[in-house]
Each structure stands twice: as structure tokens, then as C-alpha cells.
T-cell receptor, first 114, second 114 residues
Framework: DAGVIQSPRHEVTEMGQEVTLRCKPI?????LFWYRQTMMRGLELLIY????????DSGMPEDRFSAKMPNASFSTLKIQPSEPRDSAVYFC????????????FGPGTRLTVL | DQQVKQNSPSLSVQEGRISILNCDYT??????FLWYKKYPAEGPTFLIS?????DKNEDGRFTVFLNKSAKHLSLHIVPSQPGDSAVYFC?????????????FGQGTRLTINP
């Protein structure tokens, strides 16, 4: 099994540009999570989906952030326009079933906004 | 509002000794607690968990203790090995609409010295 796949692994962009991060969850998993890691706040949950439906997006910092899951095998996190304070590592994770099942994390996308 | 806190950003321990990582939480609605381990340039990986109805869970060299009255949990690693050097994240969980919502602490960087 390939695990959770994220692309790109690194992204450097200029302030004001649109950024799109991509995630392919583990096949068969029905929950998908987007997290952001910063030095100050650690790992923060941004949004999560269950069966492709957004359940809780209360962690999304601003309207500049949006996430979609058009099907069970693909999700995107978009930032438009990007700002330097968005620089962080963004992780996608997936899990199966309900209740207390382990979340499997991807390797992350390191985003730098200049 | 940091619901899960790891007050020690770093910890250094001699190989073979016990490593103790601590975590505090504020929300009594959490019903499961987890520890994740993270190596550089990789996503976090699940290490061990404990239900809120228990006070101890052991898995090999790793033991997690939960003190609900103090809203405190700890991870013990005995004996510590160089491969244990990583960042450890404490997380607290609630199931909301069929998916496990995790709230993470800021992480503690553990260094095991030979």
C-alpha cells in the first residue's frame, strides 16, 4: 500500500499567488483530514471530510482557504491569495470507519510564501 | 485557546534511561487520547492510545498513563533508544459525526543521547 500521497512536497510561491495542495488518501478510507503544522501552534486541524462530505471546517483560518473532496480518492486544499503567514507544513491524513481508528498521515507539503 | 498542551518543547535523555513526556488537556469531553511520533520530513505516525475509561495502557517499551482528575497524561519510554529521538505529539479525541476529531499539542522534541 502506498500510504497517503501528497503533492507537491515543497512549494515556494509569492504573496498573492494561488496555491493548491493535493492529497490522495489510502484506498478504502472514508475520512480525510487536513492539518497545518507551525512552530507556534503545533498541529492544527483545518477541515475534515467523512464520505467526501465536509463535516467540520471550523479550523480553516480565513475565507482565503478552501478545501474540496470531489471523490473518495482525491482532495485539494486551496489558498487564494496566499500570504507569508500561511508558510507552514500542511499534512493530509486518512482513516477508515467510525470511532477510534488510527489516522494515517501523508509526508506533508512544505509551503513557503515569500 | 489551546485545549491540549505540551509544556516542554524539548527533552534530552540518556540511552537506556526512562523518557517521560507530559501532556495536559482542558476539555473533559475528550474520550480518547493518543501519542504520535514524528521524524523529520515525514508525517506523524501513531504510537499508542488510551481510552478515557482506563488509567494505563502498555505496549512493549511504551506506556501511557492517564489521570482524569488532573486532566494529565504521560508517555513513558523504557528503556530509551537512539531511534526514539523524534518529536512526540499528544492528541485528544472526540468522535463527531462519524469521524475522529483530533486536537494536538505543540509537540516535544525528544533526543536520546548515546
Amino acid at each position: 500500500d502506498a500510504g497517503v500521497i501528497q503533492s507537491p512536497r515543497h512549494e515556494v510561491t509569492e504573496m498573492g499567488q494561488e496555491v493548491t495542495l493535493r492529497c490522495k488518501p489510502i484506498s478504502g478510507h472514508n475520512s480525510l483530514f487536513w492539518y497545518r503544522q507551525t512552530m507556534m501552534r503545533g498541529l492544527e486541524l483545518l477541515i475534515y471530510f467523512n464520505n467526501n462530505v465536509p463535516i467540520d471546517d471550523s479550523g480553516m483560518p480565513e475565507d482565503r482557504f478552501s478545501a474540496k473532496m470531489p471523490n473518495a480518492s482525491f482532495s485539494t486544499l486551496k489558498i487564494q491569495p496566499s500570504e507569508p503567514r500561511d508558510s507552514a507544513v500542511y499534512f493530509c491524513a486518512s482513516s477508515w470507519g467510525v470511532s477510534y481508528n488510527e489516522q494515517f498521515f501523508g509526508p506533508g507539503t512544505r509551503l513557503t510564501v515569500l | 485557546d489551546q485545549q491540549v498542551k505540551q509544556n516542554s518543547p524539548s527533552l534530552s535523555v540518556q540511552e537506556g534511561r526512562i523518557s517521560i513526556l507530559n501532556c495536559d488537556y482542558t476539555n473533559s469531553m475528550f474520550d480518547y487520547f493518543l501519542w504520535y511520533k514524528k521524524y523529520p520530513a515525514e508525517g506523524p505516525t501513531f504510537l499508542i492510545s488510551i481510552s478515557s475509561i482506563k488509567d494505563k495502557n502498555e505496549d512493549g517499551r511504551f506506556t501511557v498513563f492517564l489521570n482524569k482528575s488532573a486532566k494529565h497524561l504521560s508517555l513513558h519510554i523504557v528503556p530509551s533508544q537512539p531511534g526514539d529521538s523524534a518529536v512526540y505529539f499528544c492528541a485528544a479525541s472526540r468522535v463527531i459525526q462519524g469521524a475522529q476529531k483530533l486536537v494536538f499539542g505543540q509537540g516535544t522534541r525528544l533526543t536520546i543521547n548515546p
